[in-house]
């Protein structure tokens, strides 16, 4: 449930796991184009008949998503700015080890998305005031629901809605995807631009085991229970 840095691997599989989302839509007989002028990059229209709307697409290498919060208006970016009426996510099926890397695609309606961002953010707040997620408020695709650790909260999104389908990673490409689409549709961190995190000072100073969890996780904008440390003498 954190940001995955940009290798060329990394980046890869994001471009691929993309371009399989423009595909699936476009097999359900939708046009799909670009939103002009809608500064987001993940975003798309799509278009069959009269019915046409905007869905926002994002990948997963860890069978987590995330939408960014306005803490000046609540508002999610990326979906409630842009009106979007269903979030398609495509994700890696790294739990079944030792088979062939398929894409999972799941197709939400954006109020559930909505809805279980909410309850997930609102739980984490009252946790932790201070929690930063100003790169993503992360929802568990698979994880059960549940109360602890406050990131299970609104959890088990992909087990409500089970993939739609079920794609090889890898295969013939019909579709254009610059690494600009990427921005905000996966976790992708440009290893130059991460700042060096906030030193923390040693054990042997006084710090505390729970004092460096909560510094930790505010480096890194998780929840504290995310964190693990392992003390070997």
Same mark, same amino acid.
């Given at each position: 449930m954190t940001n995955i840095y940009a290798t060329p691997e990394k980046v890869q599989y994001a471009k691929r796991l993309f371009e399989i989302g423009i595909e699936y839509l476009e097999g359900q007989g939708y046009e799909v184009s670009r939103v002009p002028r809608a500064g987001k990059k993940s975003l798309r229209r799509v278009k069959k008949g009269a019915e046409e709307f905007n869905v926002a697409i994002r990948t997963s290498q860890d069978q987590w998503f995330a939408f960014p919060r306005d803490g000046?208006? @609540?508002?999610?970016?990326?979906? %409630?700015?842009?009106?979007?009426?269903?979030?398609?996510?495509?994700?890696?099926?790294?739990r079944e080890e030792g088979k062939e890397?398929?894409?999972?695609?799941h197709e939400f309606p954006a109020s559930e998305v909505r809805d279980r961002l909410n309850r997930n953010y609102e739980a984490r707040y009252l946790a932790n005031p201070s929690v930063d997620i100003s790169h993503g408020n992360w929802i568990s695709l698979y994880h059960k629901e549940a109360s602890e650790p406050t990131s299970f909260v609104a959890a088990g999104i992909g087990l409500a809605f089970p993939p739609v389908d079920r794609i090889p990673l890898f295969g013939t490409v019909s579709v254009d995807v610059e690494e600009e689409?990427?921005? @905000?549709?996966?976790?992708?961190? %440009?290893?130059?631009s991460v700042a060096a995190p906030t030193p923390v000072a040693p054990l042997d100073e006084g710090l505390t085991i729970p004092e460096a969890k909560r510094r930790l996780a505010l480096t890194f904008g998780v929840d504290p229970s995310a964190i693990k440390i392992t003390v070997e003498g």
């Open positions: 000046g208006t @609540g508002k999610w970016m990326g979906m %409630d700015d842009v009106d979007v009426q269903r979030v398609i996510v495509v994700a890696l099926n790294t890397k398929i894409a999972l695609v689409d990427l921005k @905000g549709a996966d976790g992708l961190v %440009d290893t130059a």
